[in-house]
């Protein structure tokens, strides 16, 4: 079992910057894969960043690459992701999720989520 408490959304204005972090329990949050995502109203939730349990690994929705950095710190259980240059685009509420298998892109892959953090980029 793995519980993931995700936290750094808020309001900023574009062309700022957010790190959020995500903090897992459980001794086995080194063994899983780790992604980002993201939903905004009326939308599907859709893949943002994802992350090896290594972190050798990592990968990128299209719309994100070049602004956004994910990376973890296995010796504190959590995960990081690191948004720059950010769009009114990017507002939507941001999961983070653990895969047991590998990094995965649609989140029925996913085993385990946390609640999420709103993120919203104003004009």
């Known amino acids: 079992q793995v519980q993931l408490v995700e936290s750094g959304g808020g309001l900023v204005q574009a062309g700022g910057s957010l790190r959020l972090s995500c903090a897992a329990s459980?001794?086995?949050?080194?063994?899983?894969?780790m992604g980002w995502f993201r939903q905004a109203p009326g939308t599907e939730r859709e893949f943002v960043a994802g992350?090896?349990?290594?972190?050798?690994?990592?990968s990128y929705a299209d719309s994100v690459k070049g602004r956004f950095a994910i990376s973890r710190d296995n010796a504190k259980n959590t995960v990081y992701l690191q948004m720059n240059s950010l769009k009114p685009e990017d507002t939507a509420v941001y999961y983070c999720?653990?895969?047991?298998?590998?990094?995965?892109?649609?989140?029925?892959?996913?085993?385990?989520w946390g609640h999420g953090t709103q993120v919203t980029v104003s004009s």
């Open positions: 992350i090896s349990w290594s972190g050798s690994s990592t």
């Open positions: 459980g001794r086995t949050f080194s063994t899983y894969a």
């Open positions: 999720a653990a895969d047991s298998l590998r990094i995965g892109v649609r989140a029925n892959e996913y085993d385990y």
